[in-house]
């Protein structure tokens, strides 16, 4: 299974970008820590980038890197789309 992945700003935080995923191109992204059974352990490197070495692997596996700034526009969509149904 290879699904996309990008780095996108942490909820609530414009400072520190982390790894998002998604299986399929039509799904939100959600951080990588939604996915136990894809996410490796964080390297115990202080202010280390979290989910680099998740990203190490899916990206060995297959997986696709999106631009951040193409992840962004389809993470506002569905932001968007969502306030709008509830």
């Known amino acids: 299974m290879a699904g996309q992945?990008?780095?996108l700003f942490q909820f609530?935080?414009?400072?520190e970008m982390?790894?998002?995923l998604?299986?399929?191109?039509h799904q939100p992204w959600k951080p990588?820590?939604?996915?136990?059974?894809?996410?490796?352990a964080d390297y115990p490197i202080p202010r280390g980038s979290k989910?680099?070495?998740t990203y190490q692997k899916l990206l060995k596996?297959?997986?696709?890197?999106?631009?951040?700034?193409?992840?962004?526009k389809?993470?506002?969509?569905h932001s968007s789309l969502s306030l709008k149904i509830s």
């Open 22 to 25: 998604r299986l399929e191109s």
């Open 51 to 53: 989910g680099w070495a």
């Open 12 to 15: 609530e935080s414009d400072t």
């Open 5 to 7: 992945l990008c780095w």
């Open 32 to 40: 990588y820590t939604a996915f136990p059974g894809l996410k490796v």
């Open 74 to 77: 389809t993470f506002i969509e």
């Open 18 to 20: 982390i790894l998002h």
């Open 61 to 72: 596996a297959g997986w696709t890197l999106i631009p951040t700034t193409m992840a962004n």
